[in-house]
């Protein structure tokens, strides 16, 4: 069970100083798409243009800039949060005072389902709404478990609601949207699979009391995926609200893809990339154009069985798939999106780092574009597998995050490989997945060793994740394109 609550002392002044912005607010979009209105469609809070933040000049990217390489670049900042942003827990809310709503986002993940319930506060009509809390909760398997078996994947998300429904009161059920996006693990099935899916998700929606939007069940594209997580981090540590331009970047480990974002300060990262993978949107009067990559079937769980050599090898339920990255004696059935596959060490070959970066690399060596930046200073949050890995391995501690580099992801991943037998207690895959990380930051995405990687799974206690970013899209509609 993952229940997040906490609240923010919301703070509030009338004409909002553009470098003061350090609240959690909605952001703003410059040009929202306008919305067709659906019979029944709840009214928000409007949120006047006047209050604004003065739009931003948007600064074209400066040529001269050309990071430098082998440069020993500074720890970044800790990323301490102004004092407005600290939660405090207020047991005399003034929340009666204030018209409050809801938005149920749930995030159908390829190793779990996850529901995030977000409460803001509008305490003045002219004011713009705070995120006061996100209830979380999160079940696994994910959806696609469930691909022979739709109904049951349906009752996982019928759980879930009912969470939603003692976290929201009765009275708003009705104007509260809830909305479902499923990520690698529905774009892995084959698609009449996925479909039968969602449908049956979409049946447990509208049987509930809260409002369902037109399309509030859907595969999200992996574009966005990314661009939302940014949003999210961005948006969580203050980054969106000051004038500086100066945001941080985003590195996503899931389980059946993983997402690189970020916004480049040099021309030529724009200029060399692939064109999908620069993506625009308008995010609270500013326009951003940032690098982002959704690679699928490169997530932790997915690059587990492509080394194995097992991705997409059904029917071959006989065979055992053996890998120099897991114990000698080790051999078990893994499953993995609804399918499952034998594996093992080799019982008479060799185990270890050497071998395993050989088998690693496979996966990940021209697949993976490298961004002409990422040898710069940029700050990056990792999230998802990479926390989750970095404090299994004890890099990091799980309560509270911290700064690594990228070569403590090395260290460790040989230190692992190399005293299987230690750390097997841990998980056997443990060298593996530190070995994939490793391989995918250095030889994938092209990080210096010395890069500086910010762990964290919340950012002052609101889940680092796509949800929150895809709520905000949702309320106000980013327009990516
Ligand atoms: N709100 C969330 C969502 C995912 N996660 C973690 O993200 C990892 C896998 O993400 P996922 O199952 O959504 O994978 P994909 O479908 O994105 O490939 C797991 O380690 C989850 O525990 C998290 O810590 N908090």
Redesign the pocket.
């Known amino acids: 069970t993952y229940y997040r609550h906490h609240r923010y002392v919301p703070h509030f002044y009338r004409y909002r100083d553009h470098s003061a912005n350090t609240e959690n607010l909605l952001p703003e979009v410059a040009n929202p798409e306008p919305v067709v209105p659906q019979p029944g469609m709840p009214t928000y809070p409007e949120i006047p243009e006047v209050f604004h933040p003065e739009p931003e000049v948007f600064h074209p990217i400066p040529e001269a800039f050309h990071p430098v390489p082998g440069v020993v670049h500074p720890a970044p900042e800790p990323y301490q949060l102004p004092e407005v942003f600290q939660p405090v827990l207020d047991a005399s809310s003034p929340v009666n005072a204030n018209r409050v709503f809801y938005g149920i986002m749930f995030?159908a993940?390829?190793?779990?389902s996850?529901i995030?319930i977000y409460k803001f506060i509008q305490k003045d009509p002219v004011e713009l709404p705070v995120l006061d809390n996100e209830m979380?909760h999160?079940v696994k398997p994910?959806l696609s478990a469930y691909k022979d078996n739709p109904e049951e994947g349906g009752n996982t998300i019928r759980q879930l609601l009912k969470i939603a429904k003692k976290t929201v009161p009765e009275e708003d059920w009705k104007r509260t949207p809830v909305v479902l996006k499923a990520?690698?693990?529905l774009r892995l099935l084959p698609e009449e699979r996925a479909n039968a899916l969602l449908k049956e998700v979409r049946g447990v929606f509208d049987e509930s009391p809260f409002f369902v939007p037109n399309n509030s069940v859907s595969i999200m594209n992996g574009a966005k995926?990314g661009v939302l997580a940014w949003v999210t981090v961005n948006f969580l540590t203050g980054h969106l609200y000051s004038n500086t331009r100066r945001t941080v970047g985003i590195l996503?480990?899931?389980?059946?893809?993983t997402q690189i974002t970020f916004l480049p300060k040099s021309k030529k990262t724009v200029q060399s990339a692939p064109p999908t993978y620069i993506a625009q949107f308008n995010l609270f009067k500013n326009t951003y154009q940032v690098y982002t990559h959704s690679y699928l079937g490169n997530?932790l769980y997915a690059a587990r069985l492509a080394t194995l050599g097992a991705l997409g090898a059904e029917g071959l339920d006989w065979k055992v798939f053996t890998s120099s990255c897991l114990p000698k004696k080790f051999r078990e059935d893994v499953t993995f999106g609804g399918t499952t596959y034998k594996v093992s060490g080799i019982p008479d070959g060799y185990a270890g780092y050497k071998l395993c970066y050989y088998e690693v690399m496979k996966v990940i060596k021209g697949i993976v574009h490298q961004p002409y930046e990422v040898k710069g200073s940029s700050v990056f949050y990792a999230?998802?597998?990479y926390?989750?890995r970095a404090v299994e391995s004890g890099l990091i501690d799980g309560s509270r995050g911290g700064a690594i580099e990228v070569r403590d992801f090395k260290k460790r991943a040989k230190e692992v490989c190399n005293k299987m037998t230690k750390y097997r207690a841990v998980s056997p895959f443990l060298c593996m997945d530190m070995t994939y990380i490793t391989c995918l930051l250095k030889e994938g995405f092209g990080f210096k060793d010395t890069t500086v990687l910010q762990l964290a799974?919340k950012v002052n206690n609101v889940?680092?994740?796509w949800?929150l970013g895809a709520t905000f899209d949702y309320f106000r509609n980013l327009n990516i394109h």
Do not use: I, M, V, W
Not at 109 to 112: D, E, V
């Open positions: 995030d993940g390829s190793t779990g996850r995030h979380y999160a994910g990520t690698a693990g995926e996503d480990l899931g389980g059946g893809s997530g999230f998802s597998y926390f989750d799974k889940e680092t994740s949800a």
